[in-house]
């Protein structure tokens, strides 16, 4: 039996929503991540240790606190919100780009510290070798510092994947639970179990929410080590 015929309409929806929130989080928040687990890594400078709590704070924070303070700096009348609205036409409050953003942020801690691990790893001394062969700071993460760090990435990646697909509760604050817009598979288990019968569909869904957890934890550490063993052999 197929999915699409095992699931509702509606569950299908919240599924196919999560993949692809999930999948725009972690696309988007990439770069940013790996940017900022560089500086953290390599420099030293007044603020490093505020960057470094602002990064982290979605992890001690009450979700719901960061989905308000989203929903203040990203809707329709706060201070970002307002001019890309005006600007660009790119609204993210009660949209699904929103569900996005609120899962980008969400997941950006563990992204962040997996890339950040991975390039404390790496000998300063393989980037200052290349520098002395006159390659330029772009050149030597691009040459030596990316590749080395790769495995670390793809892991981080993967893990902010899987922490997107269960983000709850930003995300219900700042775009609410809106069937077919906004509702993703946790807002979908959370909205089937207010309903009397509903159990068996959250059953379901949460099944399908272990399942591709599990797959992603599990294609986190055989990607991670697909690429360690292929630096290594070459």
Do not use: C
């Not at 687990?37 to 982290?56: E, I, S, T």
């Not at 790769?150 to 997107?164: D, R, S």
């Amino acid at each position: 039996m197929a999915m699409a015929d095992w699931l509702s309409p509606d569950q299908w929806s919240a599924v196919a929503l999560s993949l692809k929130v999930s999948l725009w989080a972690t696309v988007l928040s990439l770069p940013f991540g790996v940017a900022v687990a560089y500086v953290l890594a390599r420099y030293q400078f007044w603020g490093k240790q505020v960057l470094n709590g602002v990064v982290h704070l979605p992890l001690i924070l009450p979700p719901v606190v960061t989905g308000y303070l989203l929903l203040l700096t990203f809707g329709r009348r706060g201070a970002i919100g307002s001019f890309l609205d005006e600007a660009f036409g790119l609204v993210f409050a009660f949209r699904w780009t929103g569900a996005a953003l609120a899962a980008a942020v969400m997941a950006f801690p563990l992204m962040v510290r997996a890339i950040r691990l991975a390039i404390e790893a790496v000998d300063p001394k393989l980037e200052q070798a290349a520098a002395t062969l006159g390659a330029t700071r772009v050149r030597v993460f691009a040459t030596v510092t990316l590749p080395l760090i790769l495995p670390g990435v793809v892991a981080g990646a993967i893990l902010a994947f899987a922490k997107a697909m269960g983000e709850f509760g930003a995300t219900i604050t700042f775009v609410s639970n809106i069937p077919g817009q906004t509702q993703t598979l946790p807002l979908a288990i959370y909205s089937f179990l207010q309903v009397p019968g509903g159990d068996s569909q959250a059953a379901q869904l949460v099944l399908i929410a272990v399942v591709i957890a599990l797959a992603a934890l599990f294609l986190s550490e055989w990607v991670g080590r697909a690429v360690a063993r292929r630096i290594s052999g070459s």
